[in-house]
């Protein structure tokens, strides 16, 4: 494999990663879609109540997923493949069905009318993302190995009980350290709790995905903790 | 003793956070179920965490439990600071009104174009 090629080919895997957390986000929001869905309909008892707490709840969770899904849809037409085009086009669908979601909430439908649109469009969405995941996850496994210096092809979901991987782990350290030597203790403790509780009920993706994260945002934590006011307490 | 008046920034993500704190208002959360609830990746969710803790609108804790007993580390649980709860909505409120107005002007920052 030449240079060039094996270039491509990293970039790509990157890009298929960045696309998995992406997918996994819009999956997250969309289950989440599904249950403000059944909570509205157990307030049915209060009208009222109900409209008000659907509507705020899947406005703002409807519109984050739309930006999501649009950035999710661009990432994979960059990348040349037949698999990745279908994958652009089940992303296109669940695009279009969260926008008519979108719209929907914008107009003046009866709570009932509303909640029936909802469940409909949510389930459709659930559906076309589980679809998407599948062929990214699919893709993510099917690499190569490229022969510069990326992160080794990750595995499917692990056994129930895994320990977190060494990669994840010292990813988690990494950010830790980027933080304030007074907060360091708590947050090493609080990550070690979250990172073990995904490796024990998900797969080596999501830890590599939930480490990668920390060290992304070890920055704007520090500063939020910096910044603290004297309110802040520590337990 | 209530949290600040002025609070944090309202990002999306800090409204999604908020909303699914107010949920269940005297419900303990920690990290992970957090992101869940409000649709966050996993690990975006903490540096939101850190500043509604500066501001004093979440409090959070340590649970009571063993870690070698129970075979798995202690989580840290998170929950509104009932003395800010009404802040909390009062911020949410006028968020929700300006982001209906922006969105009235301007339907096309609601998403990607399909």
């Known amino acids: 494999m030449t240079s060039h090629s094996a270039l491509d080919l990293a970039v790509n895997r990157v890009r298929i990663r960045d696309l998995a957390c992406d997918l996994d986000l819009a999956r997250d929001a969309a289950l989440t879609l599904s249950r403000v869905r059944v909570r509205a309909r157990d307030l049915e008892r209060d009208p009222g109540r109900a409209r008000d707490l659907a509507l705020t709840l899947s406005r703002v969770r409807v519109l984050d997923l739309a930006v999501t899904l649009a950035r999710a849809r661009d990432l994979a037409n960059h990348l040349a493949n037949d698999h990745v085009r279908d994958l652009a086009r089940d992303l296109a669908a669940a695009h279009a069905h969260v926008r008519r979601l979108a719209d929907d909430l914008n107009l003046n439908l009866t709570p009932a009318r509303a909640s029936d649109r909802a469940r409909d469009l949510a389930n459709h969405l659930v559906r076309d993302l589980a679809r998407a995941s599948g062929r990214v996850h699919a893709l993510v496994n099917g690499l190569e190995p490229a022969t510069v210096t990326v992160p080794s092809s990750p595995a499917v979901a692990g056994p129930r009980g895994a320990r977190p991987g060494w990669m994840s782990r010292h990813l988690v350290q990494r950010a830790v350290w980027c933080l304030p030597s007074a907060h360091r203790a708590r947050y090493r403790e609080e990550f070690d709790a979250e990172l073990a509780e995904i490796a024990e009920t998900r797969g080596r993706v999501r830890q590599w995905g939930y480490a990668v994260r920390l060290v992304g945002r070890a920055v704007a934590l520090r500063h939020a903790v910096q910044a603290a006011v004297p309110q802040r307490e520590q337990s | ?114």
């Open chain 2, 1 to 114: 003793m209530a949290g600040s008046r002025t609070g944090p920034k309202m990002t999306l993500p800090t409204q999604l956070v908020l909303l699914a704190l107010l949920e269940e208002p005297d419900r303990e959360r920690y990290g992970l179920e957090l992101s869940e609830v409000a649709g966050l990746a996993t690990g975006t969710i903490h540096p939101i965490l850190a500043r509604l803790e500066g501001c004093g609108w979440v409090r959070s804790r340590w649970e009571e439990i063993d870690p070698h007993q129970q075979g798995r580390p202690r989580r840290r649980y998170y929950r509104l600071n009932p003395d800010s709860i009404a802040l909390v909505r009062a911020a949410l409120a006028r968020t929700q009104a300006a982001r209906s107005g922006v969105l009235r002007l301007r339907p096309d920052l609601a998403g990607g174009t399909p």
